[in-house]
Structures are given as C-alpha cells and as structure tokens.
C-alpha cells in the first residue's frame, strides 16, 4: 500500500481561512477552468428562447382566459335569421337559435385540443356559423337542436387555428367568411375554459422562474475582500 506525498495537497493556512492575493482575489480559485464559452452562450440562448415560447403562449391564450372570467349568465340572440349583427359581442356566452344547414356542414380537427367538430351555418343567414362536437354533428342529431348555446367568437380572433377552415367555407363552400364572421362554440360554457387559465398561469409561472436563473447563473461574482480590505 503506497501513501499519497503530502507534497500534492494544497496548503492550508494556519487560520483556516485561504489567503487572497494583493488583487483580493483567492489564487486557487483563479486557477480553475472557467465554464466553455459555448456551452454558456447555448445555455442563455435555450433559456431564452423558453421565455419567448411562453410569452407568446400567454399572449395566445389571453382571449380564452378572458372568456373564463366572463358573465356566466347566457344571453339569449333569438332567431339567427333576424338577427341584428350590431349587437353581437365577441367573446360572451350566448344562446341562438335557429334551423341547421346541415347539407352546407363541414367537418375539421383542432390540433390544439384535439377532436373532430363539424361547423355549418343557421338557416336564413350567413352570418352566424355554429360549431358542435362530430359526435354530436351527425345529421340527425344536429337537425332536432333548434338552440344552441355557446362561446361567441370572431374567425379574426380565433387565428390561424381557424383561417384555414374559413378559407375551405369561402373558396369551396361559397359562404361570405371572413374573420369578421361569427362562430359560436356550441356547449362551452365560459367554466370549461379552466384549462386555458391553468396553462397560461405555468406559461407564467416558466417565465419567471427562467428569468430568476438568468439573473442567478449569469450575473457577475461578488468579491468579498474580507478584513483585509478594512485594514487597507
């Protein structure tokens, strides 16, 4: 069994305290290796782009927050054929009523929340679109509701999520649609909105969390000089 040379060890100070040097700063420490350059700057660069993800989630998700905080109480339109469109307000639970067109239906995925829904307008206008779950959106289950009560939306508001959806009803369907059509979501009352207001508070919850790291691990060092810079 061979003893390692105490000649290899660093030396310890009778104080227990390292010695700085006449910069104030620990010699040993000085001799480390610092951090690659890259792995730093891939790190800052991921954290970042994090923070932007997030952001825009919130920002996406601000009108359906917004739905969920909204008046409970249903605000009946009436007929969809008389309506006036100058009293429709986005983004509100209401309740139309009307005849579905379901030979003008069409059906679609939401990639988002996932599901098959089919979408068609109410008999005597084309102002007013109404969307309902596939399984609910069959022909002869659609035909026997006359009400439908829901989110009232814009296609404008609803994005990209919509636009090519509007774009098959204008160009293939010959419908008027264009993002200052209305679509109302049929059986979303604004409290089934509650997961949007959980997701966009983890959005902010990653937000604030990765700017606290950024300010932790790329912030300079303190240099604490000790007694010695009092007795200077």
Known sequence: MTQASTTDLPSIPASGVAELGEDGL???LVTLHQPPALRRHSTLVMMTLVAAGALTLVIALRTDVAYFFSRPEVQDLGEAAVLDPAVLVPNTFVRISGTPMMSERVRFG??????????FPLAGQRRVFVQLPARQGSASQASARREFAGR?????QLGRRYSSL?????????????AESYLVLADEPPGSYAWALILAILALLTIVVDFFLLLRWFRPLRVDLGPRAHSD
Request: hydrophobic share 40%; aromatic share 10%.
């Open 26 to 28: 620990d010699p040993e």
């Open 110 to 119: 939401r990639v988002l929340l996932g599901g098959d829904y089919v979408v």
């Open 152 to 156: 009232l939306v814009t296609f404008g």
């Open 166 to 178: 509007g774009s098959y009803l204008s160009q293939h369907m010959g419908m008027p649609v264009g």
